[in-house]
């Protein structure tokens, strides 16, 4: 089957956001542990970098804008910048902590990544659901570039 080009970069589009939530996840995950830790301990957190490429991108020109809401993938990529700044002042912070500035920055971060992981929830499911409709459509016009999809044939 063939795929227009207009959709075959929207899908493109929306499996990079995808793969960015996942990875996302995965960061989250991590960070969750280490600022347990910190509450208690005190020391450093990761700065892990997040994937926001495609997210930006797909700010800048939405394309399903009725389908993946806007303010929550704005919403979602300044709760990662935020988290991300908080584990730059913590990293930089002078040492040692009081346990109470310990909780504080625990809890900062326990609230936005509680925010951060129903958002990154919604938008996957919404993105998934969307790449699974932007199926091949039947009739093509002469004019539109197509290109096989062989996801089908088990040929990559």
Request: aromatic fraction near 6%; glycine fraction near 6%; charged fraction near 25%.
């Amino acid at each position: 089957m063939l795929i227009p080009a207009h959709l075959r970069k929207d899908r493109e589009q929306l499996l990079a956001m995808i793969l960015e939530l996942q990875t996302n996840r995965i960061i989250l995950n991590g960070l969750l542990d280490c600022y347990a830790t910190f509450r208690f301990t005190g020391g450093v957190v990761p700065r892990e970098p997040w994937g926001l490429v495609a997210m930006i991108s797909y700010l800048k020109c939405p394309f399903a804008a009725d389908r993946i809401s806007t303010a929550a993938t704005e919403r979602y990529r300044h709760l990662a910048e935020t988290i991300m700044d908080l584990g730059q002042a913590v990293t930089a912070g002078a040492k040692p902590r009081t346990l109470r500035s310990r909780y504080d920055i625990a809890d900062t971060f326990g609230r936005d990544s509680a925010e951060i992981r129903a958002l990154g929830s919604t938008l996957e499911s919404a993105m998934t659901k969307l790449v699974g409709e932007l199926k091949p459509s039947p009739v093509l016009s002469e004019t539109e570039s197509v290109e096989p999809d062989f996801s089908s044939s088990g040929v990559r």
